[in-house]
């Protein structure tokens, strides 16, 4: 004849009298209770749904971290080629300076891109290490998606004039000034 579970366990000396009375008791009450009609939580089927629980809610979590981190690669990407489809590759012997992170950084290039740069019509991009001048539209939708790469930006001047109570209005700026 087959012997029951907990004779078993207790023949190989995993459990002991007391535990198996411990054991058929809660049964019985768990039973009985069920019988009347009284709600019976099961707490081992409780704790299972909330580990179950838990570990959706890191995986969702896990999820959007790994969707974030590729979208976010995905428009440094997008920000890539359209530097390297619309960079102005011409250099030249006017040196240009601008501001960038408190530090004066300069770049070497023609007058006519000098004179774009000051008037708005072309911006400068990058990184830190690197930069490229390309349209201001280009440049536009390149602070859209984000807005570390705009190094330099100058607003559209449209060949406005000086506004009337500017008292240095009379005064003429050099050609040759650089700074």
Same mark, same amino acid.
């Given at each position: 004849?087959? *012997? ?7 023949? !190989?000396? /995993?459990?002991? =009298?007391?535990?198996?009375? %411990?054991?058929? $008791? ?9 019988? *009347? ?7 081992? !089927?409780? /704790?299972?749904? =909330?580990?179950?629980?838990? %570990?959706?809610? $890191?995986?969702r979590a896990l999820n959007d971290a790994k969707n974030k981190a ?39 290039i023609t007058n006519e891109l000098r004179k774009a740069l000051i ?30 790469w705009v190094l330099l930006m100058n607003n559209k001047n449209d ?21």
């Amino acid at each position: 004849m087959a *012997k029951s579970l907990q004779e078993q366990l207790r023949q !190989a000396g /995993l459990a002991n =009298q007391k535990q198996v009375v %411990k054991a058929r $008791k809660a049964k019985n009450t768990k039973e009985k209770m069920q019988r *009347k009609g009284v709600a019976v939580t099961d707490e081992a !089927a409780d /704790l299972v749904k =909330q580990r179950e629980a838990e %570990k959706l809610a $890191k995986d969702r979590a896990l999820n959007d971290a790994k969707n974030k981190a590729a979208e976010e690669r995905a428009i440094q990407a997008q920000i890539q080629q359209m530097v390297t489809l619309n960079a102005i590759e011409e250099r030249g012997d006017v040196e240009y300076g601008f501001e960038y992170n408190g530090k004066i950084r300069n770049i070497f290039i023609t007058n006519e891109l000098r004179k774009a740069l000051i008037n708005g019509v072309l911006s400068i991009v990058g990184t830190s290490e690197t930069e490229s001048i390309v349209p201001r539209k280009v440049a536009q939708k390149i602070a859209e998606r984000d807005e570390s790469w705009v190094l330099l930006m100058n607003n559209k001047n449209d060949g406005e004039s000086t506004p009337a109570d500017d008292e240095y209005a009379g005064y003429e700026v050099p050609d040759d000034l650089m700074w």
